[in-house]
């Protein structure tokens, strides 16, 4: 069994940003972190271990301090934490900053906002927490019920992958051709990287392993990008989902991980499968753990 990595995965820059910001301000002071700091259970427990409460409510926050997750907030969410008395530490990725500005020059100039992302996530939620009038679409039949404007300003979540964003930018194009329509690519390089490094490993694998946490947005997309050039594709959170059933000897092996993913947690899938090549060519020396 062979094992490759893609040339991009795991935490991205704004992630691991994000991570020591909390642990640094945890060493002077109690901490709650508002909403998960990220989508990844892994990360979670070792904040928590470190004396970090997590709370998705203002209003359930019993320490002085809170900081606003790496996915961002809107300004009207910022000011009902302060309203609260509670001083706020912001964590927010600077690509996300970078989506929020966009957004807000497009409305500034006279477009009508269309986000393209998931209306439920909480970077989304804070995209468009600021916005009196505003559109949230994620596919074809989105696109479908959009009413017309003379003007369209699209931006997307960042972690949604270009393809899809580029290609409902299009639909929008085609539906409305007497409006404008004006794109501005908020897609994160990070995202971008990892989404053609997946593809680039699917196509040279006969399974795929994506890690990530299971609400990971950004870690979705990517089993889902392998799933299209590869057949057999896991999404795992760590090494104790792995089964043996997945797996031949004669398997190429690819792993990728979503930008949350710490590199232990990685390390720990690279390590469970090269146990389990030994296993296929050394049946009788080594053993593997079935997750």
């Known amino acids: 069994m062979n094992i490759i990595r893609a040339e991009h995965l795991g935490m991205c820059f704004g992630v691991r940003d994000a991570i020591a910001l909390a642990l640094n301000r945890a060493q002077s002071e109690p901490l709650t972190i508002l909403g998960d700091l990220v989508h990844n259970e892994s990360v979670l427990s070792a904040l928590r271990e470190r004396g970090i409460s997590i709370k998705q409510r203002a209003e359930e926050v019993e320490t002085q301090t809170v900081m606003v997750t790496a996915h961002g907030a809107s300004e009207r969410a910022l000011e009902r934490t302060r309203a609260l008395g509670l001083n706020i530490v912001e964590a927010t990725c600077p690509l996300v900053r970078l989506a929020h500005r966009a957004v807000a020059r497009l409305v500034q100039e006279g477009y009508h906002p269309v986000i393209i992302g998931k209306r439920d996530h909480v970077e989304v939620r804070g ?19 959009l009413a017309p404007r003379p003007r369209f300003g699209v931006a997307a979540q960042t972690t949604q992958p270009i393809e899809r964003v580029r290609h409902l930018v299009r639909l929008i194009r085609e539906r409305f051709p007497h409006s404008e329509v004006r794109f501005i690519d908020t ?16 196509r040279r694998c006969d399974v795929v392993v994506v890690v990530g946490g299971s609400n990971s947005n950004n870690t979705r997309e990517l089993a889902r990008t392998c799933g299209r050039h590869c057949a057999r594709v896991h999404h795992v959170q760590t090494a104790a989902d792995l089964r043996i059933e997945w797996f031949r000897p004669e398997d190429t092996v690819g792993i990728t991980a979503g930008t949350s993913t710490p590199d232990a947690v990685i390390d720990g899938i690279h390590e469970w499968l090269a146990q389990l090549a030994v296993h296929f060519t050394q049946p009788g020396e080594v053993a593997c753990r079935n997750g």
């Not at 390089?189 to 997946?198: E, M, N």
């Open 127 to 145: 995209l468009t927490g600021d916005l009196e009038q505003f559109d949230v679409i994620l596919d074809e039949g989105d696109v479908e019920q």
């Open 187 to 202: 897609v994160c390089q990070p995202t971008k990287q990892r989404q053609d490094a997946a593809v680039e490993l699917a």
